[in-house]
């Protein structure tokens, strides 16, 4: 898979700009805020339908702009598709293929595919679990769209839940309110529907994860402590201890879901006293392992830097095995790694079909990646 070329319209500080992209390495060079990684926010929200920098749309559009355009050619094998996103803050964003309109944005995602690492990834190893878990879904999505479904879903029930819970708790007497507590076991059914759908494709995905983490962060920081990740639930020890395990038992949804009943069921006083659901997979957590202890509090920053770029990379090996190569976008992220992750990283994308770099100077891009280049400056892109 590869992107033939890249067209943005008020997206970000970009008016217009127009790439032509070829497999391989494609580098855009340039002072820093220039616009280089709005390009690749661009390429990225196409794949994934949001942005590694904002949670709204908003940021996205050009000051003064009341939408941005996003296309891009798609070739994967044989076949060319051409794609567009039309983002309108505060209104339905639009999608089209082959100038074609489609139902829902969501029908986009699967044609392209991208693994993007950028400096904001060190989030994921110091930041808070909702970092992680945002990882895992959108891996989960690029690895099997029908899954942003099912995670629009559970967000969808659980806002409905939480609000009911919020009103009931208030109520005096709340505990023997039929209604409201008839209405609270509708919404836990199907809390518990949705979150074992989740909850399953997000262990089995950690499951088959975890050994690509642990050879790539042995790549990249051979003299380290050994690393490994684990997925930590809500349910406690109500989860079997065979799912989620490299080579353990496929999380079964249905288990799963009596699980998630039962454990809602016993936590409602709780959650009413609190008007919050305490159980779900919104609660749970991605675990970063260094040695014997987490990685957040205890990794230094070199260790916490080998421990982002092994997620990405354990990502893109997962991707390029089962759904065919992604794209790989690396966003001004050699300047921040010693000459040995540089050069693991280097040889990894050296080897990609295709990849995209972002540097601020010339300097800072292995040479491994010296191939097409171009320069931005003054709101245009220069072929080198």
């Known amino acids: 898979m590869y992107l033939r ?18 497999p391989g390495p494609t580098v855009l060079v340039g002072p820093n805020g220039r616009g280089k990684t709005n390009l690749l926010e661009a390429i990225g929200y196409l794949a994934t ?16 702009c009341t939408r941005a355009l996003i296309r891009a050619a ?17 209104k339905a964003n639009r999608a089209r293929v082959n100038r074609g309109a489609v139902g829902k944005p969501r029908d986009l995602l699967g044609i392209l595919r991208t693994v993007l690492f950028s400096p904001e990834d060190l989030a994921l190893v110091r930041g808070d679990p ?17 899954f942003a479904g099912v995670r629009a879903d559970y967000e969808r029930v659980l806002r409905q839940r939480n609000a009911l819970l919020k009103t009931a708790g208030k109520r005096k007497g709340r505990h023997d309110d039929p209604y409201a ?6 919404w836990d059914n199907h809390l518990a529907a949705a979150g074992a759908q989740l909850l399953a494709a997000r262990l089995d995905l950690v499951a088959d994860l975890a050994p690509f983490v642990a050879a790539a962060y042995a790549g990249v ?39 998630l009943s039962e454990a809602l069921a016993a936590a409602r006083q709780a959650e009413l006293e609190r008007g919050v659901s305490l159980v779900g997979p919104h609660r749970d957590e991605l675990e970063l392992i260094l040695g014997e202890a987490p990685a957040k509090g205890y990794a230094s920053h070199g260790e916490s830097w080998s421990f982002a770029l ?40 050296s080897a990609a079909e295709q990849v995209l770099v972002t540097a601020a100077v010339d300097e800072d891009v292995p040479d ?14 220069r072929r080198a």
């Open 5 to 22: 070329h890249l067209e943005v319209t008020d997206f970000r500080s970009w008016e217009y700009a127009a790439l032509p992209l070829s």
């Open 49 to 64: 339908l949001g942005s590694h920098r904002v949670a709204t749309d908003a940021p996205l559009v050009r000051h003064g």
């Open 74 to 90: 798609v070739v994967n094998s044989d076949r060319e598709l051409t794609i567009e996103l039309e983002i309108t803050p505060g």
């Open 130 to 146: 909702g970092e992680r878990r945002r990882f895992l879904d959108e891996l989960l999505v690029l690895r099997a769209p029908r």
């Open 181 to 186: 507590l008839s209405t609270l076991e509708v």
């Open 221 to 259: 920081a051979p003299d380290s402590r050994p690393v490994h990740v684990s997925y930590r639930s809500s349910l406690g020890d109500a989860l079997p201890t065979a799912y989620g395990m490299s080579g353990g038992k496929r999380a079964d949804p249905e288990e799963l879901a009596a699980i």
């Open 310 to 349: 092994a997620l990405r990379l354990a990502s893109y090996e997962l991707l390029r095995g089962e759904v065919g190569e992604p794209v790989l976008l690396l966003d001004d992220v050699f300047a921040e790694l010693d000459k040995r992750r540089r050069s693991r990283l280097a040889e990894v994308a």
């Open 368 to 381: 491994e990646l010296s191939g097409t280049r171009f320069t931005i400056s003054d709101g245009e892109v």
